[in-house]
């Protein structure tokens, strides 16, 4: 059963600039999460997606935004990028159908790097 | 406030050496305690979900286990393999939002 995959895989962007990363979750999971990771504040939740419908937001600006689509795809888009918004940008995706979440299966990650 | 605090911030053992690392929780309503394995640059790799105090799971030289307020992570005989960050996540009530730790750096010495 493949995994989560992400793409791109690395991007290099520049201040001002918007960026769009996409994320397939598990074959049969409903549920898509977003995570920030750095060095500095450890993993943070952006977001969490079940059938098309944001279910939870984290304490993100609204430059981070995502969607969901009927396949369960994922993208998250940011805009107007920010020095500090380079990070690895993680997506977990789980069945999504338990009160409690289920176990989360996290995808490789995108490395963002702002210049 | 929901929190997830993960000691040490970093061990060192020598391979064969037994060691515990430690998470502790205020998650009002847990639902479940997961610790994950991470590597430099990849994500987080599940291991473990426990849901109540005094669940135990196993899984080669990890094992895990759960009381009311914390959550260990014991390694038996370790192995340089075993080196990678430790982090141990909770989820609030009805929600998939995963409060993380900041993780355990282990490295295991040949």
């Known amino acids: 059963k493949a995994g989560v995959t992400q793409t791109p895989r690395y991007l290099i962007k520049t201040r001002g600039q918007q960026v769009t990363l996409s994320c397939s979750p598990i074959?049969?999971?409903?549920?898509v999460s977003w995570y920030q990771q750095t060095p500095g504040q450890g993993l943070q939740f952006l977001f969490e997606?079940?059938?098309?419908?944001?279910?939870n937001k984290g304490n993100f600006p609204g430059r981070f935004s995502g969607r969901q689509f009927s396949n369960s795809r994922s993208e998250m888009n940011v805009s107007t990028l920010e020095l500090g918004d380079s990070a690895l940008y993680l997506c977990?995706?789980?069945?999504?159908?338990?009160?409690?979440?289920?176990?989360?299966?996290f995808g490789p990650g995108t490395r963002l790097t702002v210049t | 406030e929901d929190q997830v605090t993960q000691s040490p911030e970093a061990l060192r053992l020598q391979e064969g050496e037994s060691s515990s690392l430690n998470c502790s929780y205020t998650?009002?309503?847990?639902?479940?305690l997961f610790w994950y394995r991470q590597d430099p640059g990849k994500g987080p790799e599940f291991l473990f979900t426990?849901?109540?105090a005094g669940e135990e799971k196993e899984k080669e030289r990890l094992k895990a286990t759960l009381t009311k307020k914390e959550s260990f992570l014991h390694i038996t005989a370790p192995k340089p393999e075993d080196s990678a960050t430790y982090l141990c996540?909770?989820?609030?009530?009805?929600?998939?939002?995963?409060?993380f730790g900041q993780g355990t750096r282990l490295t295991i010495n040949p």
């Open positions: 996540a909770a989820p609030r009530r009805g929600a998939q939002k995963l409060v």
């Open positions: 977990a995706s789980s069945w999504g159908d338990r009160p409690s979440g289920g176990e989360q299966y």
């Open positions: 998650v009002s309503g847990l639902r479940g």
């Open positions: 074959s049969g999971h409903r549920s």
């Open positions: 426990l849901y109540s």
């Open positions: 997606y079940f059938s098309e419908t944001q279910r």
